[in-house]
């Protein structure tokens, strides 16, 4: 009867439902960025089951929660993974994607927005983490702090040692068989696609157009 809970134990699902997401990214865009940052997202987690190994502090409530992976609680690796993605997406939307058509005022706006709603979902699955028992909260606040620092630097790793070798990479006959792209030197890849999908819609409707006549 505890909705607050159950709302709670929704929210702590956030991390599965980001994975999913990415891969079906991955598969149907190919984009060498979008895969670093699932790498991340993966480095960010074996970097929390090393450090929860080498502390040994154990959860709040251990005999509540027989389903868990582990039975050490420091770091929570909720808490990390959504402070890493929240952080990171912070990052590329700011620092990554640039302006490129004259709506500077909306295209701050849905940033801005956006990157409210990143940081409430992270607070909230964090906090979630606190209210069903599974961490205290120094154990949620050191695995905000961790998530953070790796996005930072994850983002930093990206952009000044990946970034660069992205071309190379995508030029790989292994990559040209899959079809992985790098979009790096495109400022905003949604108005990018968003302009080309259009100019070749309306071209191929001309050009349907003056077939039928």
């Avoid at 050191?142 to 994850?154: N, Q």
């Avoid at 792209?181 to 157009?209: C, H, M």
């Amino acid at each position: 009867g505890d909705f607050s809970g159950q709302l709670l134990a929704y929210l702590s699902l956030g991390p599965i439902f980001i994975i999913v997401g990415f891969v079906t990214l991955i598969i149907f865009k190919r984009e060498l960025h979008t895969i670093s940052f699932l790498g991340g997202l993966a480095f960010n987690e074996g970097v929390n089951w090393l450090i929860k190994h080498v502390i040994r502090e154990p959860r709040p409530c251990e005999e509540a929660h027989s389903t868990v992976t582990t039975k050490y609680g420091m770091p929570s690796s909720h808490s990390q993974f959504m402070w890493f993605f929240s952080v990171y997406s912070f990052l590329f939307l700011y620092l990554r994607m640039h302006q490129t058509n004259n709506a500077r005022f909306l295209d701050l706006l849905w940033r801005h927005v956006l990157s409210i709603c990143l940081v409430t979902v992270a607070l909230l699955v964090s906090y979630s983490r606190v209210y069903l028992l599974y961490h205290t909260w120094s154990q949620v606040l050191y695995g905000g702090v961790a998530g953070s620092i790796m996005a930072i630097a994850w983002f930093a790793f990206t952009q000044e040692i990946l970034t660069p070798l992205f071309p190379r990479i995508a030029a790989w006959p292994i990559s040209e068989f899959f079809l992985i792209r790098d979009t790096s030197l495109i400022p905003n890849i949604l108005w990018f696609e968003y302009t080309v999908t259009r100019a070749e819609a309306r071209n191929r409707q001309r050009k349907l157009g003056t077939k039928l006549q």
